[in-house]
């Protein structure tokens, strides 16, 4: 029930983002987001390896999003 409820929301952030955003961008950006999200929680929360290539590939994509939205005309 706890997925399908985060689900939902997510659309719907997605939705709101949408409508101030170009959807490439803001799909980009979600998609991001989530990949960033789901590897740092399973470093922090199922003990997988956190070594500096896994940390600095993260980091290329928090800058990817950075990039993305300020490129992106407001």
């Known amino acids: 029930m706890g997925t399908v409820l985060s689900m939902l ?7 709101i983002a949408m409508k101030h955003l170009p959807v ?3 799909y980009a950006v979600w998609v ?9 929680l399973g470093i ?3 003990g997988e390896p956190a ?9 290329l994509i928090v800058a990817g999003i950075i990039g ?6 407001a």
């Open 9 to 15: 929301i997510s659309l719907g952030l997605l939705g």
């Open 24 to 26: 490439g961008t803001a």
């Open 32 to 40: 991001g987001v989530g990949a960033v999200g789901t590897a740092a």
């Open 44 to 46: 922090l929360l199922l």
């Open 51 to 59: 070594n500096p290539l896994r940390l600095v590939s993260l980091g």
């Open 68 to 73: 993305l939205k300020l490129a992106t005309p």
